[in-house]
């Protein structure tokens, strides 16, 4: 019988990282189109506002936002209920609105851009909802629905966007259509969705909801800090060669995170059997599990870093002009982009693993690593020292993951 369970979950597996891998891959590719919309329509200088919005609410939204779909997703016991994530999901979501803005006038933005960076945050307020149905939908393994949702909040997203975008020419009013869009599919498909899936109450013991927040603290950090990874060379682009170069890196680093996408997609379909094997003590399956996934990120790595090298240059051309035709910034955009997917891959074990405090470590650790190289390679080699920044962070902290992660497979042995 308990064959059999297995063998059930190993298919539903399968066909969770199918769907996962769909609605991902929509909707990488249509938030790519939005960047190509406001690139033929506006300019790198505005691709490079809509770049610099994104780059200061995320962060700040990853922080103090808890990164709480992970803990959901691992909380097989179902310590805390559906409802118990939303409440602290909305509480969240007013203190990240409040931070976004306080950032914006610390950073001396200007009015417009103001406008832009309150009109991004609010259409992460509307993402940040979907991912708290998200994270019960993928406790429950039904990321076919999840995929849905991506589907759905993509195209309507990106038509209302496009739209307004065309109409106006104001990024703004581009960004209030796609948040319109997302708050609809959040209340009307996502919420629908979640409360009739699964089991949504809690177990049998009540615990506080200030113990959801301190579990879910040093994810949050660490998301806060993943994200600043990403983002700290867009920060010293912005500030030494300004909007337009930050537009063309930006656009180029958005199409490498395609890599991380695909990868992603199977890493947010195994965490939470990761979590099922690390808590059931299942050494082997564990670490079967988390080579195949990491040897996936691997060769999707190798062939995305190929493509940008033959192909690369002229698909810039083609797509978004010449302006944006830099092949060696793109190879070495994939190069990073893969030494972050293998550095994710691993972190999901860890996280799997409840070591969210090592984790956060090894995330601190490569954060400095880019921050300290960033402001010197960037002035020396451009928007190419920009990327080669990330490099050599994730560079130190696979490292890092991987003696961390075997003290986690001793233990689970002892």
Request: glycine content about 8%.
């Amino acid at each position: 019988m308990a064959s059999n369970v297995m063998s059930q979950r190993i298919v539903g597996l399968r066909t969770n990282f199918a769907w996962n891998f769909l609605g991902e891959s929509v909707y990488s590719l249509v938030q790519w189109m939005l960047v190509v919309v406001v690139a033929q329509l506006g300019s790198p200088a505005l691709v490079g506002q809509f770049a610099l919005a994104l780059a200061i609410a995320a962060p700040v939204f990853l922080l103090v936002g808890l990164n709480l779909r992970v803990v959901q997703a691992t909380d097989s016991a179902r310590v805390w209920s559906l409802t118990d994530y939303l409440r602290v999901r909305h509480l969240l979501n007013g203190a990240c609105l409040v931070a976004c803005l306080g950032v914006g006038l610390l950073a001396g933005l200007e009015p417009a851009m103001l406008a832009v960076l309150a009109v991004v945050a609010a259409t992460k307020i509307a993402e940040a909802l979907s991912q708290t149905y998200y994270g019960h939908l993928q406790r429950c393994e039904r990321l076919d629905i999840v995929s849905w949702s991506l589907m759905l909040r993509s195209l309507l997203g990106a038509t209302l966007f496009s739209a307004a975008f065309a109409v106006s020419g104001q990024l703004a009013a581009a960004i209030v259509g796609q948040c319109l869009a997302w708050t609809a599919v959040a209340l009307l498909f996502d919420r629908r969705a979640a409360w009739s899936v699964g089991e949504t109450q809690r177990g049998a013991e009540a615990v506080p909801l200030a113990r959801l927040v301190r579990r879910a603290l040093p994810l949050g950090v660490d998301a806060g800090a993943s994200s600043l990874i990403v983002n700290v060379p867009r920060y010293v682009l912005a500030s030494t060669l300004g909007a337009a170069q930050l537009g063309v890196y930006a656009s180029l680093a958005y199409l490498a995170q395609t890599v991380s996408m695909i990868t992603g997609s199977l890493a947010n379909a195994v965490i939470s059997r990761l979590a099922l094997y690390h808590e059931g003590g299942q050494r082997r399956e564990f670490t079967q599990l988390l080579a195949r996934l990491t040897g996936f990120g691997v060769v999707v790595a190798l062939v995305g870093a190929l493509a940008a090298a033959v192909l690369g240059e002229a698909f810039l051309r083609l797509v978004l002009g010449s302006a944006y035709a830099d092949r060696e910034l793109l190879v070495v955009l994939m190069l990073s982009a893969g030494m972050a997917t293998v550095q994710r891959c691993l972190g999901r074990g860890l996280q799997a693993a409840h070591v969210f405090g090592r984790y956060l470590a090894t995330d601190i650790i490569c954060l400095a690593s880019v921050a300290v190289s960033a402001p010197f390679l960037v002035p020396a080699f451009g928007v190419v020292g920009a990327a080669w920044s990330l490099v050599v962070g994730f560079t130190f902290t696979i490292a890092i993951e991987l003696a961390v992660l075997r003290r986690v497979l001793v233990k689970m042995s002892s």
